[in-house]
Each structure stands twice: as C-alpha cells, then as structure tokens.
C-alpha cells in the first residue's frame, strides 16, 4: 500500500510539473490572438522608445493582418556608414496562422551580421514581395550603389527589379552550386559544385574565360544549364556590374533564420521581442569589438590580419617605380612569376583583387611599402601622403565600423508601462485564417536542393553475431604468429 502511494505521489508531482512546464511555455510564446490585438500598441511603443523606427502594418479588406514590416532607426542610420550590399531571405513560420518571417541585413566589415529591416509576410509571392521592398525604399532609397543578394526565388527578383530599378541583383553562388551540381553526370557532383564556386570567384576576365572553356568540357551538362538558365552577370564576380566586395552568397541571412528558429513557434509579439533583443546584443557586443582596439589600429580586425599575414611576403617582393608623379608601380609576383601594375592612387592593381576587394592585395601593399622606403625623388607629388589605413576603402575603417553601432536599440518595455494614445488602443486586427495541418506536426525544415541532412533514423548498426562466429569461420586472434584456428595444426 505504501508502495502503491508513493507511486501516485509521483506521478502526481510529474503530471503537476509537466503542467507547470507547458503554461510557462505558453507564457513565453504568448497568446497569438492578444498578438495582433495589441500589434498597433506594441508597434507604437516600440517606434516611441527607439527613434527613427519605422513601422507598417497591412491589412486584407476584410481588416485581417497581412503584412507587417519593421525598420530600426539604429540600423537603417548605422546602414549609411556601411557597404551597400543587402541580403535577402524568408523562412516559414511555424505557428498557428503560417506566413513567413523576411530578413534584409547587410553584413559589416568584420563579417558580423547587421540587419536592416525584417517582416511577417503572408508568403513568397509578387504582392508580398513587391510591398516589402517598396517599404524598404521609405529608408533606404534606389541608388546605382545598391546590391541585393538572395537566392533566385522569382517573386523575388521580380520585385527588386520593379521597385529597385538602379540597383543590381546578384544571386548566390552557393544555392546555384547546387543547382549546377545536380545537372552534372558521369562525375562527381560536389567536385563540380566547387569547381563552380572556384569559376564564379575568378578576379580577371582572362582567368574566367580559360576556366568557363575548361568547364565546357568537363562538365557539359552542368555548363548547358548554366548557359540556358542563367546570365552570367548575376553570378560570375568579372561581370557583376556592382560592387559587392567580397559577398556572393546569401548564407549569412540564412543563419539569422537558424539564429530565430524556436522563435518562429511563438505568437507575433512574442517573435517580435525576441528578434529585437536579439538585434540589441548583436549591437552591444559589436559596439564593444569595434572600440576595443589599439587607438593606433585604424582598420577592422578582419582586414589588419589579412594585410599582417601579407607584410613578410610583401616585403621580399620586387617593385619598379613606373610614375613616381601618379604612383604607378611594375610589382613582380614571386609565385607565379607574373608582373602586375599598381596604382596607389586609384587603388587598383592589374591582377584585379585590390579593385573588387577594396583592400591592397598582395602587390598593392608591396607598392606601398617601396613607396614608404624609397625617398621622393624630384618630380614626384610632394602634396601626397598615403597613410596606412587609406589604402582601404574607408567602409573597413574602424572610425566607420563604431559609428554603425552608435545607436542604442531598446526593447518594448513590460505592458504595465506602456503609455499609448487612446486613438491606437481603439484600432484592432483580425487575425489571419489558422492553418489546418494533418499529421505529425513538422520541426525540421526540407533541405535545400543538393543540401544533406545528417540521418537519424535507420542508421546501419553494427551485425550482432552474439559471438557465434567462431562457429563458421573459427576463431579469430590478433596476432599473426598464432593459428586462427586453435584445433589446427601448426
């Protein structure tokens, strides 16, 4: 009997814990339909405490919540100290109403993720996709300096092309690689994937052509469906008519979903919170990386390893002073044995990765450093006094790096604080059709295509003989001085 009690006790403390457990878990994901109740409110109070921020609700004309997107004044203020590179992605939701949760981010000179804007759309299509980049355009007008960088969903591409007709549109190598991977035969497809990648990356129009025609050859099929259903300016870095630096792929902004994958479960508001504190560490963390630096280090870490790992080499490369008046310099490649030409005034070089780069390649920074050595000699500009950092593009500037982080991001405060005008209360949304799912409900994504996916289930194990072997084929030792046999003879 007592046995019997302890028992129940048990099972009574676990089923109170697993309740317990469960309401704390609908705490944090909210209640969805409070969500899009209190979103005017929220968006309110958000645009209140963090200023500059711009906010948008759409709704259907049965006043049902289509469309939300949000732009933090810090980012969109940071943005113009930083490259003008943007990478776009979606991945779905996975509450109750579906929909999907957009990101337009720009990565900054240290390769840290730095979001732009973000969105609840009701899919990927051309009316979704077309408002979220004509919102956009509200903070960050159409400029032949843009970039967009995305996988080549069409609806996608569509709208960037309609509402950012100055800009260019890249689309990413890695989603492409795959793509061309599965069209190849006879061969290896992640030795074609990468031998793709490595053609794409290419500094010079010669280098490019000589590894396309090997490619041809190689790959016949893989180079049909790249000649049939790509151009060559939306992948290939020596015809990308924009300046992208060294970004070609969307795999950043594709982290940043993973980095919010519990979140897509949550209510609207909830999602909203955690993507914002989120976004206000990211801002404290780099804000303390970009200003804890030597006052004397006046390039991003990234960049500063980089030119240190070339300096031994650069210093042991030969230099011929060509122009001393326009800084034009002969620079022998010890490599390969190649001459390239330098100019430190336009910070080009003949062998293109300073151009595309926008920080000194390995015979820019040799130039610089006969420049350094060499004493002016008559006719050469006087007026002239490159320093160090200079020789980059100002964007991989630690000066510019801190000022992108300036800005504070605060989070929506408790809604026992909230102080919002009557007139906002008063304004209610009807939330989106639930979705009706069958079956199991689905936590993993589908891979992506030529993506794979580590397996789980029906992993081969090990044969189980339970040491009946010795039986078929005797026993087995070690050591080669030994019959496997014993009941043999030696």
Request: charged share 25%; aromatic share 12%; with cysteine.
């Amino acid at each position: 009997m007592d046995l019997i009690k302890l028992k129940l006790g048990v099972s009574v403390s676990y089923s109170t814990a697993l309740r317990g457990k469960n309401l704390a878990m609908r705490e944090l994901r909210g209640n969805s339909e409070d969500s899009y109740k209190m979103l005017y409110s929220y968006l309110h109070m958000l645009e209140q405490v963090n200023s500059g921020t711009t906010t948008k609700v759409e709704l259907d004309e049965a006043g049902k919540f289509k469309y939300l997107f949000i732009a933090l004044g810090a980012c969109i203020e940071g943005f113009k100290v930083m490259r003008k590179v943007i990478l776009v992605d979606a991945t779905f939701l996975k509450n109750e109403y579906g929909g999907v949760l957009v990101f337009a981010k720009a990565q900054d000179p240290n390769r840290h993720h730095y979001p732009l804007a973000f969105g609840v759309l009701d899919g990927e299509n051309n009316a979704s996709w077309t408002w979220f980049f004509e919102m956009l355009k509200t903070v960050i007008p159409d400029s032949s300096e843009i970039v967009f960088m995305s996988d080549r969903n069409q609806s996608l591409i569509t709208a960037v092309a309609n509402v950012y007709p100055q800009s260019h549109h890249g689309h990413c190598i890695w989603h492409l690689a795959q793509n061309v991977r599965n069209h190849a035969c006879n061969t290896i497809k992640a030795v074609v994937a990468w031998r793709f990648m490595e053609l794409a990356r290419y500094y010079t129009l010669h280098e490019f052509e000589s590894a396309y025609a090997s490619f041809k050859v190689r790959y016949p099929s893989a180079f049909k469906y790249l000649e049939e259903n790509t151009k060559r300016e939306t992948w290939a870095r020596v015809y990308f008519p924009g300046c992208r630096y060294n970004l070609d792929t969307s795999n950043s902004v594709e982290s940043m979903n993973s980095a919010f994958r519990d979140a897509r479960r949550y209510a609207l508001i909830p999602l909203l919170d955690t993507i914002i504190k989120k976004i206000s560490d990211w801002f404290n963390e780099h804000r303390k990386d970009a200003v804890s630096g030597s006052i004397d280090t006046k390039l991003v870490p990234l960049v500063e390893i980089h030119l240190h790992n070339l300096w031994g080499k650069a210093e042991k490369t030969p230099v011929r002073e060509l122009n001393s008046y326009d800084l034009e310099y002969e620079v022998t490649d010890t490599d390969d044995g190649k001459v390239y030409l330098v100019n430190l005034i336009a910070k080009t070089c003949s062998c293109k990765v300073y151009d595309y780069e926008k920080y000194p390649c390995l015979h820019g920074l040799a130039a610089y450093l006969y420049f350094l050595e060499v004493p002016a000699a008559h006719g050469r500009r006087r007026e002239v006094n490159i320093e160090y950092h200079q020789l980059s593009s100002q964007y991989y500037w630690t000066e510019l790096w801190a000022m992108a982080y300036y800005m504070t991001i605060y989070f929506v405060p408790d809604k026992s604080e909230w102080n919002v005008p009557d007139h906002i209360k008063l304004l209610q949304i009807i939330p989106p059709k639930k979705l009706t799912r069958k079956g199991r409900k689905k936590v993993n994504r589908n891979p992506s295509v030529g993506e794979r996916r580590k397996r789980t289930q029906n992993v081969r194990r090990p044969r189980t003989n339970f040491g009946f072997s010795w039986l078929l084929f005797g026993m087995r030792t070690n050591n080669p001085s030994e019959p496997n046999n014993p009941s043999e003879p030696n």
